[in-house]
């Protein structure tokens, strides 16, 4: 339980914020939308990927491979973070 001085202390919080235009804008504004976990996806799919790479071209299939996995994962978290900004 609050003590009746952290009540008002709380109670003077809620109110600047409530008087904050810019919060308000920020609290009040509809959650964004669930965006497909691609990174998770691409590691997934890796993850699978690799044996039959392996038994089918070896190290330099495989090699290849991760190197096209990690530069389309690096460019997907480079625009998601361009786009955010």
């Known amino acids: 339980m609050l003590s009746d001085d952290d009540r008002r ?13 810019e919060f ?3 609290m009040a504004a509809p959650e964004s939308e669930v965006r497909f976990p691609i990174v998770f996806a691409l590691c997934v799919a890796l993850f699978v990927l690799v044996p039959p790479l392996m038994m089918l071209f ?4 495989l090699i ?6 990690a530069t ?3 460019i997907t978290l ?7 900004h």
């Open 9 to 21: 202390t709380l109670a003077e919080l809620e109110t600047e914020l409530e008087a904050d235009p």
């Open 24 to 26: 308000a804008a920020r």
């Open 58 to 61: 070896g190290w330099p299939g």
């Open 64 to 69: 290849i491979t991760v190197d096209v996995f």
């Open 72 to 74: 389309v994962i690096a």
């Open 78 to 84: 480079i625009a998601r973070q361009r786009r955010e």
